[in-house]
């Protein structure tokens, strides 16, 4: 069995992820973990994935609040990436739609598409359209090419890699901005093995030969770690607001819980 990154010999971990109860293997070349049997998830997505998630959601986007991770997502790309007032926007995964309302204050994109298989989170603006349906079973002739396309803790959920990447460009996106966790973290690495639906885990090397393979040149590529928010480590509230005012959200850090870039195929 050989590694879907970089072709490699895969090595047994004598791990099994619970969620779909397939063993993981890892590439010691690249630095990546798999699982290398397929596993139909379409329902999971549209039913499942989200739903102990919804309360919160309704509650913070009846406010059109954004929270501090939004923040900090948009920050960053805004730095690395020149993006103008009035652009076309794909987001693959849209989730609860909070990286639309932030670029919309910021950027007023002319569209946003978001491709999410959950019907549940659908927002109704003037320049949102949904998709309800996973990225692998959208028509790409229905997205506008030279798009910014943006996708946030996906990467990992994809099984076929190299069709993924093959249909992302077909789209021809003016630039791919992503996360995934950064499984060069022991404590990401465990989690991410255990408790998600994660096909794959990456490192920063692994996403490198990974999006150079597939034709994508790299603008950014940082290991973040979060300041004012944390999945892991919960800032109290008043930190929390100081950390807010003085936009300190975040830092570039070795073996930070997150892995983001930016990337656009090569002309
Ligand atoms: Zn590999």
Same mark, same amino acid.
């Given at each position: 069995?050989? /590694?879907?990154? /970089? ?100 950027? &007023? ?6 491709? +999410? ?13 949904? @998709? ?18 943006? @996708? ?16 992302? &460009? ?68 008043? @930190? ?9 959200? +975040? ?17």
């Amino acid at each position: 069995m050989n /590694c879907p990154i /970089c072709s490699n010999k895969l090595k047994e971990t004598g791990k099994i992820n619970p969620i779909f109860n397939k063993p993981l293997f890892f590439c010691d070349t690249c630095v990546s973990w798999h699982i290398i049997e397929n596993v139909d998830v379409s329902t999971y997505y549209k039913e499942e994935y989200h739903k102990n998630y919804q309360y919160k959601i309704n509650f913070l986007r009846k406010l059109n609040l954004t929270g501090n991770r939004a923040i900090a997502n948009y920050a960053y790309f805004n730095k690395n990436f020149k993006i103008s007032i009035g652009e076309e926007f794909i987001e693959i995964g849209g989730g609860t739609g909070d990286k639309f309302i932030i670029f919309n204050k910021k950027k &007023k994109p002319k569209q946003y598409v978001i491709i +999410e298989p959950d019907v549940r989170f659908n927002i109704n603006k003037p320049n949102v359209a949904y @998709m309800n349906n996973l990225f692998n079973e959208v028509n790409s002739e229905n997205l506008n090419p030279n798009s910014i396309v943006i @996708m946030f803790h996906v990467l990992e959920h994809v099984f076929d890699l190299n069709s993924f990447f093959e249909k992302l &460009k077909s789209i021809k996106p003016k630039c791919f901005y992503f996360e995934v966790p950064n499984c060069n973290n022991q404590k990401v690495r465990e989690d991410s093995f255990i408790n998600h639906p994660h096909f794959h885990h990456f490192t920063k090397k692994s996403v490198s030969v990974l999006l150079e393979k597939n034709g994508l040149k790299k603008l950014s590529l940082d290991e973040i770690e979060p300041i004012s928010y944390h999945p892991y480590i919960k800032p109290n509230k008043i @930190m929390k607001y100081v950390h807010r005012i003085f936009a300190k959200h +975040e830092e570039i850090k070795e073996n930070g819980i997150y892995l983001r870039g930016i990337y656009k195929f090569s002309d």
